[in-house]
């Protein structure tokens, strides 16, 4: 729920003066990996770079602390780079698997703190995961799966799985909702959800008021059982 609520009100945190800010070290500058370096140096965020390709790196160099030419693969490289001070290691190679699984075995056993590697197979994720990985990601197949979701449900606007039985979804309010309060429409009764949010245009009203009186033009943050919502969506003509 954390990921979602932020990803829709990420102004509100560069508002916050308690945001703390992390290190990070993200080794392979492909697609995913300029992204995700691009996003955590725009958060505040403390961001090293390393690829064995210097034309990769030039672009990114405005929004990092550091940038590293080197093979990850060879322990020395590695360890000139002092993997246990990041808070977060990210692995963002996809193309190479068996280059993968030796760089998140080795950050692991120079003391990296967290690592997370990408993998695009699940017996990658197996294997990547028995030798240090904390956490594997799918960026490719997570984005097809919410674009799925997306466009195949009416009402859907976006959607995120938290897990394989709960789920956010951003979703237009049912037609007898119009005109009422959250209270009166007796959402989280009547359908075991839970609204967490309101987005109106670019302005969104984050955890609203029971009193909250739902528009046509609303969109509803929910959160609850996929079964649940699933159940909700069929509702909403």
């Known amino acids: 729920i954390c990921y979602y609520l932020f990803y829709y009100t990420?102004?509100?945190?560069?508002?916050?003066?308690?945001?703390?800010m992390k290190s990070f070290l993200i080794i392979g500058m492909g697609r995913f990996g300029s992204h995700l370096c691009r996003n955590l140096a725009k958060l505040g965020n403390e961001v090293m770079i390393v690829d064995q390709n210097e034309e990769l790196l030039e672009p990114l160099l405005p929004y990092v602390t550091d940038a590293k030419i080197g093979d990850c693969t060879k322990e020395e490289v590695l360890k000139s780079l002092g993997v246990g001070n990041f808070d977060k290691c990210f692995v963002c190679i996809g193309t190479n698997f068996q280059s993968s699984l030796e760089i998140t075995c080795l950050l692991k056993e120079l003391g990296a703190k967290y690592v997370i590697s990408k993998a695009t197979r699940d017996v990658h994720?197996?294997?990547?995961l028995r030798n240090g990985a904390d956490k594997i990601i799918y960026p490719d197949r997570d984005i097809a799966e919410r674009l799925a979701v997306k466009y195949s449900a009416n009402h859907v606007f976006d959607y995120f799985e938290l897990s394989k039985d709960y789920s956010i979804f951003e979703i237009q309010p049912k037609a007898a909702w119009i005109g009422r309060t959250?209270?009166?429409?007796?959402?989280?009764?009547?359908?075991?959800?839970?609204?967490?949010?309101?987005?109106?245009?670019?302005?969104?009203?984050v955890l609203p008021r029971a009193d909250y009186v739902m528009h046509e033009k609303d969109h509803l943050l929910v959160v609850g059982l996929t079964k649940d919502i699933d159940r909700l969506l069929a509702s909403i003509k």
């Not at 990420?10 to 703390?20: M, P």
């Not at 009166?184 to 302005?203: L, P, S, W």
């Open 125 to 128: 994720a197996k294997f990547l």
């Open 182 to 205: 959250i209270e009166e429409a007796d959402i989280r009764a009547k359908y075991h959800i839970n609204v967490f949010g309101i987005k109106k245009n670019t302005e969104l009203v």
């Open 10 to 20: 990420k102004s509100i945190y560069f508002r916050r003066k308690d945001f703390i």
